[in-house]
């Protein structure tokens, strides 16, 4: 294929034997009994990637009144990966009204990886992976749900970047922002899966995803939790915790300029 002509062979881009995805299922990938997601409020809610301490006894504190309907499933991702218990991880809940066609989140085939990214050091440009969640084994990664039906689709395998990347040319198997358009003709169908309204997944950061077009009007919602592997934290673009919790900084750096100018 002329895409891997400029990037690399096949075989070492696109990971297949790898569990990328899971449906959380209770009593398999789930210690406790998973919980639903619960009903939408019918009513526009946007928070972005808030630091949020993983710890049972401080959830109520972290979330306004009428989001502690959520705590209960907050805690399901917590009996599914025990890892992150008293870490900070990232939440995401996104309530609002889409018109028929239209995609409430991200369209384009993308990863949440941003891929290869330059740090600058005293003896030179350093190049290594940023993390946005990892995952491996259903430990880390991300955790989703929404309550419409064949909203988004994902595929089960994950790209891979090699370790030589040409420091010149940068050179890269993702794209700026984790997008891997190029890559759409180079997916199996087969591995293609069309997510379940009410349904928790787990997918990693290098897995393959896209938003698809609703069907009809109508209120969707969207929950995600991105474990505490995360290398930046956007500050523009994402929401503060109402008590201050902070992205941990041992992992996690602080950017304040506009993640779609940063280069």
């Known amino acids: 294929s002329p895409f891997f002509e400029d990037r690399w062979d096949y075989d070492r881009t696109l990971e297949t034997k790898t569990v990328a995805f899971k449906e959380i299922i209770s009593g398999e990938n789930c210690s406790g009994q998973s919980a639903p997601l619960p009903p939408p409020l019918e009513e ?122 040409d420091e010149e040319q940068e050179k890269s198997a993702i794209d700026r922002l984790g997008n891997i358009e190029y890559l759409r003709n180079a997916l199996n169908n087969e591995s293609r899966y069309l997510l379940e309204a009410g349904k928790l997944y787990w997918i990693t950061d290098r897995t393959p995803h896209e938003a698809l077009p609703m069907k009809q009007d109508g209120w969707r919602q969207f929950f995600r939790v991105v474990s505490s592997k995360l290398s930046v934290w956007y500050e523009q673009h994402s929401t503060k915790n109402p008590i201050g919790i902070q992205p941990d900084p041992k992992i996690t750096k602080i950017i304040k300029e506009n993640k779609f100018e940063t280069k």
């Open 44 to 165: 526009e809610i946007n928070i972005n990637m808030m630091p949020i301490k993983m710890h049972p006894d401080w959830f109520t504190a972290q979330l306004p009144d009428k989001l502690h309907r959520y705590i209960p499933i907050l805690s399901t991702v917590l009996d599914c990966d025990y890892t992150q218990y008293g870490k900070v991880c990232f939440l995401t809940i996104h309530e609002s009204w889409v018109e028929k066609g239209r995609t409430q989140r991200r369209p384009g085939l993308h990863v949440e990886s941003p891929g290869p990214r330059g740090m600058s050091k005293e003896n030179g440009e350093a190049r290594y992976l940023w993390a946005w969640g990892g995952g491996w084994r259903q430990r880390d990664g991300i955790y989703m749900a929404s309550n419409v039906d064949h909203s988004c689709a994902v595929w089960n395998c994950t790209i891979n970047d090699r370790e030589d990347v």
